[in-house]
Structure formats: structure tokens, C-alpha cells
Nanobody, 125 residues
Framework: QVQLVESGGGLVQAGGSLRLSCGAS????????MGWFRQGPGKEREFVAG????????YYADSVKGRFTISRDNAKNTVYLQMNSLKPEDTGVYYC??????????????????WGQGTQVTVSS
């Protein structure tokens, strides 16, 4: 079992950048497919970015492609989401997730087994 803790959220102006971190404890993140999801005000949780277990495969939602980058540092047992050129519509609570059952890039929340508590990102216009 793995425990996930997100950090790095905050308030930023449109066009700015943030880097979210997802620290893992209990097991190494290299044993999991990882993903980032977000939930905006009054919206359902949506997929943002995914990283396959091997670390070589990534996938992004169309809305963030070219602006966000997911990566993993096995030595630090941490997964990152680098967010550039932020827009007000990127506002929401961002969640890190891990899957022990699948090795590919996962876009469906039900395929993830473990979730962090979330970190708030607010982008002002």
C-alpha cells in the first residue's frame, strides 16, 4: 500500500507556473502507474496527466497538452506536475493517484487504487 501527499499548490496569476509534487510513502512510486486529476468548482473530477509504470509513457488531456509535464523521480519517490502558462480554467483541486493493477497510462479514475488529499490551485485572471 502507498500513501500519497500532494504539495505545491497556491495562487498564481494567469500565465504563471507552478510545480506540484506528489510524495509517496509505504512503497516506491516506480511500482505504480501514476496520474494527476483535478476538480474545478462545480465540476466533476477530470484527468489531467498520466505516467505509465515504466516511466516512459505519458499522456495528457487536450486542455493541458503542451503546457503541463508529468515526471517521476524514483530517488525522491516523488511524482511532479509542472504547470506552465496557467489559465483561470486550470483552477481546481489537484489530486495525485496511483494504480497497482495497471502498468500503462490510465485516464480513468476508477483504475486508480490510491489517492492523495489534494492541493488547491487558483489561477487569477
Amino acid at each position: 500500500q502507498v500513501q500519497l501527499v500532494e504539495s505545491g499548490g497556491g495562487l498564481v496569476q494567469a500565465g504563471g507556473s507552478l510545480r506540484l509534487s506528489c510524495g509517496a510513502s509505504g512503497r516506491t512510486v516506480s511500482n505504480y502507474a501514476m496520474g494527476w486529476f483535478r476538480q474545478g468548482p462545480g465540476k466533476e473530477r477530470e484527468f489531467v496527466a498520466g505516467l505509465g509504470m515504466s516511466g516512459g509513457l505519458t499522456y495528457y488531456a487536450d486542455s493541458v497538452k503542451g503546457r503541463f509535464t508529468i515526471s517521476r523521480d524514483n530517488a525522491k519517490n516523488t511524482v511532479y506536475l509542472q504547470m506552465n502558462s496557467l489559465k483561470p480554467e486550470d483552477t481546481g483541486v489537484y489530486y495525485c493517484a496511483a494504480s497497482a493493477r495497471w502498468i500503462g497510462v490510465l485516464k480513468t479514475s476508477s483504475k486508480y487504487d490510491y489517492w492523495g488529499q489534494g492541493t488547491q490551485v487558483t489561477v487569477s485572471s
